[in-house]
Nanobody, 117 residues
């Protein structure tokens, strides 16, 4: 049973920073990519950033230049460094692991990020 455990959410003022972490365990399949999604109240879940096992990255336009996704050398922990946070970044952030079709994608439980003064 694959488990994704997220940490690092919280309350921060506009312009501040947070670093989210997601650790994957229990997988018998290789992880092809790890992603961060977010969902704000009343909105659909959206892909924020992703990183492949080849270290290719992608970002939604609204976070480019402010957020950075990275992973550890084992590829089982992914980070999201979030700088210059804005009120519109407020959402529940979810970690996602993509096994390239060998198994269903796995999801973390979500961590709340609130940007408010």
């Amino acid at each position: 049973q694959v488990q994704l455990v997220e940490s690092g959410g919280g309350l921060v003022q506009p312009g501040g920073s947070l670093r989210l972490s997601c650790a994957a365990s229990g997988s018998i399949f290789p992880i092809f990519a790890m992603n961060w999604y977010r969902q704000a109240p009343g909105n659909q879940r959206e892909l924020v950033a992703g990183i492949t096992r080849g270290d290719s990255t992608n970002y939604v336009d609204s976070v480019k230049g402010r957020f950075t996704i990275s992973r550890d050398s084992a590829g089982t922990t992914v980070y999201l460094q979030m700088n210059s946070l804005k009120a519109e970044d407020t959402a529940v952030y979810y970690c996602n692991a993509d096994f390239g079709g060998y198994a269903p994608n796995a999801w973390g439980q979500g961590t709340q990020v609130t940007v408010s003064s």
